[in-house]
Structure formats: C-alpha cells, structure tokens
Nanobody, 124 residues
Framework: QVQLVESGGGLVQPGESLSLSCAAAGRSISNYAMAWARQAPGKDREFVAGIGIGGGTFYVNSVKGRFTISRDHAKNTVSLQMNSLKPEDTGVYYC??????????????????WGQGTQVTVSS
C-alpha cells in the first residue's frame, strides 16, 4: 500500500486561502485515484474533492469554485488549494488513495490508504 502524509493545515480567517499537500511514499500515485475528505467535530467524514487516474476532478457542491485538487506526478504529491474559506470548512482534512477507478461520491471503504490528517480551522 501507499503511505500518505498530509501537511499545510492551520488557522486562517474567513475569506483567506490555504493549500494542503499530501505526500505519497512507497508507490507512485500515478495509478491511484486520490481524494481529500474532511471531518468536522461531531460529524461524519465528508469527501470534498477527488481526482481520477485519468485526471478528471470531482467536488462536493459546497466547495465548487473555491477548492482545486491537483496532482504532481514528479513529486508524487496531491494538493488541495482552498480559497475563500468559510468557518464551515473547519475540520480535519485527510488524503486517501484508491488503486481503482474513482467513483463520485465515494465511500470510506473505497479507499485502502489514508493519511493521518491535518487540522484546518477557519475562524475570526
């Protein structure tokens, strides 16, 4: 399995931007579908963005136009650029990898590899 490590979380004010990165080790993620999910306190984990093996991207409606997922094959990383952040974007953000085609929306069981998560807090 591929090992995933997220970074880039932090505390920002509403309207600001933040970029998350997911570094993969052990295997190339070129043949993996990747996704970002978040979990707010007391809520279920929610998938917010995904990128298929072929490069197609998918987003939950609440982040469309504000978040952008991308992958860097050379660096073996996946990024999530988050703009115009809102307090409801607060949560722990997880990176996930799937060795098969991505379906959207996915379920937790679709992904065999997960990172440890990085905290994003949007507050004034």
């Amino acid at each position: 399995q591929v090992q995933l490590v997220e970074s880039g979380g932090g505390l920002v004010q509403p309207g600001e931007s933040l970029s998350l990165s997911c570094a993969a080790a052990g295997r190339s993620i070129s043949n993996y579908a990747m996704a970002w999910a978040r979990q707010a306190p007391g809520k279920d984990r929610e998938f917010v963005a995904g990128i298929g093996i072929g490069g197609g991207t998918f987003y939950v409606n609440s982040v469309k136009g504000r978040f952008t997922i991308s992958r860097d094959h050379a660096k073996n990383t996946v990024s999530l650029q988050m703009n115009s952040l809102k307090p409801e974007d607060t949560g722990v953000y997880y990176c996930a990898a799937r060795s098969r085609l991505l379906r959207w929306p996915p379920t937790n069981a679709d992904f065999g590899s997960w990172g440890q998560g990085t905290q994003v807090t949007v507050s004034s």
